[in-house]
């Protein structure tokens, strides 16, 4: 089972400031098959960033994911009121797929 | 616009069998995954098992003696079943569409979740 480590567990901001936020997997991702979520307090997550780097349709362009093989990342350029929330990264390329543990971003 | 929605009992008594059903409307389980997705309270996402639109299934091995999937496409539902349920089965489950093709998965779709508590 690919171990999916999300950090920092928590990270605190404030509005407009750049968030980073890591994913390392205990095994090699291929790139095509890593994903990013967001889920805010009594809402289903929604699809933020698919195939380490590509945003989603409507995602505002200040998300960006870059990384490969066993180290992604997720960065907010500019942090907005509605950005603070968990977020989530995914690999789908091997059985069992596997969800990190998330990070939370809140505000500072 | 595809929408999947849970429904299914919110109170099951442990040691019992947990069942779901997700409703596809809006367009067909062709072509897709269809999965299960859980999170306890207050903690993160779980995969439980997906069934592919021809039949095939996996299951998060954790749960794979205990879990079936199963689809009707002629009714565009998908089910869930978990037995021998404890209070550790007490999540939010989701159901969702796994978007896939050559190059690319990820779930595009997902329901609004629904709360199931495991209680006597």
């Known amino acids: 089972e690919i171990v999916l480590t999300q950090s920092p567990g928590t990270l605190s901001l404030s509005p407009g400031a750049r968030a980073t936020l890591s994913c390392r997997a205990s095994?090699?991702?291929?790139?095509?098959?890593l994903v990013w979520y967001l889920q805010k307090p009594g809402q289903a997550p929604r699809l933020l960033i698919y195939?380490?780097?590509n945003r989603a349709t409507g995602v505002p362009d200040r998300f960006s994911g870059s990384g490969s093989e066993t180290d992604f990342t997720l960065t907010i350029s500019r942090l907005e009121p509605e950005d603070f929330a968990m977020y989530y990264c995914?690999?789908?390329?091997?059985?069992?797929?596997?969800f990190g543990h998330g990070t939370k971003v809140e505000i500072k | 616009q595809v929408q999947v929605q849970e429904s299914g009992p919110g109170l099951v008594k442990p040691s019992e069998t947990l069942s779901l059903t997700c409703t596809v409307s809006?367009?067909?389980?062709?072509?897709?995954?269809w999965s299960w997705i859980r999170q306890p309270p207050g903690k993160g996402l779980e995969w439980i098992g997906y069934?592919?639109?021809?039949?095939?299934?996996d299951y998060n091995p954790s749960l794979e003696s205990r879990v079936t999937i199963s689809g009707d496409t002629s009714k565009n539902q998908f089910s869930l079943k978990l037995r021998s349920v404890t209070g550790a089965d007490t999540a939010v489950y989701y159901c969702?569409?796994?978007?896939?093709?050559?190059?690319?998965?990820?779930?595009?779709?997902w329901g609004t979740g629904t709360t199931v508590t495991v209680s006597s």
């Open positions: 969702a569409r796994v978007y896939t093709n050559y190059s690319y998965r990820y779930v595009d779709v």
């Open positions: 809006g367009g067909s389980m062709n072509t897709y995954y």
């Open positions: 069934i592919y639109y021809s039949g095939s299934t």
């Open positions: 095994q090699s991702v291929r790139s095509n098959y």
């Open positions: 195939a380490t780097s």
């Open positions: 995914q690999q789908y390329d091997r059985s069992p797929w596997t």
